[in-house]
């Protein structure tokens, strides 16, 4: 059951036109900037592609919630990894790997529960481009304790929480 | 016309967009005032006049938002099960594309242009209130660059967002071009021919100080930004004239 929801989960990912071009441009803009602060956003658009598009279809698909949010996020994690691996090697930070895989999952969690392509893109990168930087110059402690500082360790604990509130927000509320 | 703006003002989106372009401004000028007042102490500005201007920087993010929403609210697909998109109505009440364009972007220039000449008042007021004498006020042909620069900025994503018709991409590009440091300046370091991208010449309009391989007079850097946005906007209009909708 999991498996087949995965592999059909991958498959759509891997097909959709958007995640592929954002894949693309991400990687060239790692190789171009050499950094990963403004790269970053291209996890954040793979991860709101995969929260916010035919959600009504996965659900026909596969009735049950918790599954479905399951396979998405198995298969955001498979989707991600190459890019974020690419990106941080031409970056030269191969350690930040990892936290731009959970960038694109906690992106997944937002983008489902906004439930709207523009708005949430629009709100992640305004928080990881302009509000956390923001934040930042202002208050440096802040870095440890939001997940938009490329920090391994905040962004795992902002990631499985967002997951877990999405995985039981989708599981209760009308698709 | 009217039909054009009351559609706008029916956004959710565009009502964030105006808030955060009045409000951002005044808001940074308040937050950043301990570095502008430590960079007053060491010398390093170049350019007092400036620092009341240079906040509108961030706040453009609401008329960039303001220009997407216009179009992207017209290819946003309905909720329920028909999947229906806002321009198929548009269209069936006003065929004629071109004359739709126009009243469009005329709708949009309007609301835009009222905001940019708030917040600028705004801003400068909040910095005048911050700072007192140690920040001097702009002339007006500077603020009127600053709002001048403010409607070709949202002239430059609506074009975009027309191309593309999805808010996703013109969103997250210009999001993360407004970003603390902007891509088009990490680019100028690697060719200076970056230098001459709309949102880096067009800020030569209201700023002077600014890091820059060049630095043309405001108004020929208001004269390159609107070629980039007229040459935009020519192409954004043939495509929607020409593509099925």
């Not at chain 1, 090697?89 to 960038?103: E, H, K, N, P, Q």
């Not at chain 2, 708030?118 to 700072?131: R, S």
């Not at chain 2, 071009?177 to 891509?183: A, K, P, Y």
Request: overall charge positive.
């Amino acid at each position: 059951m999991i498996t087949a929801a995965v592999r059909a989960e991958t498959g759509r990912l891997l097909t959709l036109p958007a995640v592929w071009l954002t894949a693309a441009v991400t990687l060239v803009a790692a190789g171009l900037l050499r950094e990963l602060d403004h790269t970053q956003a291209g996890l954040l658009v793979l991860g709101t592609l995969a929260g916010t598009t035919e959600v009504r279809t996965t659900l026909l698909a596969v009735p049950r919630r918790g599954t479905a949010a399951t396979a998405r996020a198995v298969a955001v994690t498979l989707a991600a990894t190459p890019v974020s691996a690419g990106a941080a090697l031409l970056a030269d930070r191969a350690g930040a790997a990892a936290y731009l895989v959970m960038t694109a999952l906690l992106a997944t969690g937002v983008s489902s529960l906004i439930r709207h392509p523009a708005a949430s893109a629009g709100l992640l990168t305004g928080w990881y481009m302009i509000a956390g930087p923001v934040l930042r110059a202002l208050v440096p402690a802040s870095a440890g304790w939001l997940p938009d500082a490329l920090r391994t360790g905040p962004a795992l604990v902002w990631t499985i929480a967002v997951l877990a509130v999405a995985a039981v927000v989708l599981s209760r509320r009308d698709a | 016309m009217s039909a054009e703006l009351r559609k706008l003002a029916g956004l959710p989106g565009a009502w964030a967009g105006l808030l955060i372009g009045l409000l951002a401004g005044p808001l940074l000028v308040v937050l950043n005032a301990p570095a502008v007042r430590r960079a007053l102490a060491d010398g390093t500005v170049t350019d007092r006049a400036d620092l009341g201007l240079q906040h509108l920087g961030l706040a453009l993010i609401g008329a960039t938002v303001l220009g997407v929403v216009t179009i992207s609210s017209e290819y946003t697909r309905a909720r329920d099960d028909t999947g229906s998109r806002q321009v198929s109505a548009t269209l069936l009440a006003t065929p004629r594309r071109v004359r739709l364009l126009g009243v469009k972007t005329a709708a949009l220039v309007l609301v835009v242009a009222g905001q940019g000449v708030l917040a600028t008042i705004l801003t400068l007021a909040v910095t005048a209130v911050v700072h007192g004498t140690a920040v001097p006020a702009p002339g007006w042909g500077r603020c009127a660059g600053a709002v001048l620069f403010w409607v070709l900025t949202a002239l430059l994503a609506y074009a975009f967002t027309i191309v593309t018709r999805s808010g996703i991409v013109p969103l997250v590009l210009f999001l993360v071009n407004s970003s603390v440091v902007s891509v088009s300046y990490l680019l100028t370091k690697l060719t200076p021919a970056a230098a001459y991208l709309p949102d880096i010449v067009g800020a030569h309009m209201f700023l002077h100080g600014m890091d820059s391989p060049v630095h043309p007079p405001p108004l020929v850097a208001g004269l390159i930004m609107t070629a980039w946005v007229a040459v935009l906007l020519a192409a954004a209009g043939t495509l929607f004239v020409r593509r099925d909708a």
